[in-house]
């Protein structure tokens, strides 16, 4: 079974290939619980032209439609960025287990920042959130590229 580091780094490697393509660089994988990548994406709502191209929605959307259930119990995700309340909406429909985050977001978060959607009442399912590895390489990643949009 690989680590949180490894899996996260697989993230990253999305977040790259994302920002080559000129979207965000924001990276997902989600693994089952028995340890198998199921799904692995970068953000993509420009390529897209879908506001819901996020990084998060398009992993879940992959994994639901490989084991034909939109429910993804006893799974973990693994995100270069905290969540938005739409990614986190998504996050507790699909019953995630455990939420692997590099990076905060206080501008756009919703799980540590904003909402904090998991801690709300009208939540159903909550995972575990866990700050994961490669902070630091993820949040340099993101001001490096929109510095270079500016």
Known sequence: ???DETLM????????????????????????????????AGNAPIAT????????IRALRAAAEK????RLTGATLYVTLEPCAMCAGAISIARI????????????GAVWHGPRYFEQPTCHWRPEVVAGPFADESG???????????
């Open 1 to 3: 079974m690989e680590t």
């Open 49 to 56: 032209h879908d506001p819901t191209g996020h990084a998060e």
């Open 9 to 40: 780094g697989r993230a990253l490697d999305e977040a790259r290939k994302a920002a080559e393509a000129g979207e965000a660089p924001i990276g997902a994988v989600l693994v089952s619980a028995e340890g198998e990548i199921l799904a692995a």
């Open 97 to 108: 287990k455990r939420l692997v985050i590099a990076a905060s977001d206080p501008k756009g």
């Open 67 to 70: 084991l034909g259930n939109y």
């Open 140 to 150: 340099d990643m993101l001001r490096a590229f929109f510095k270079a949009r500016r």
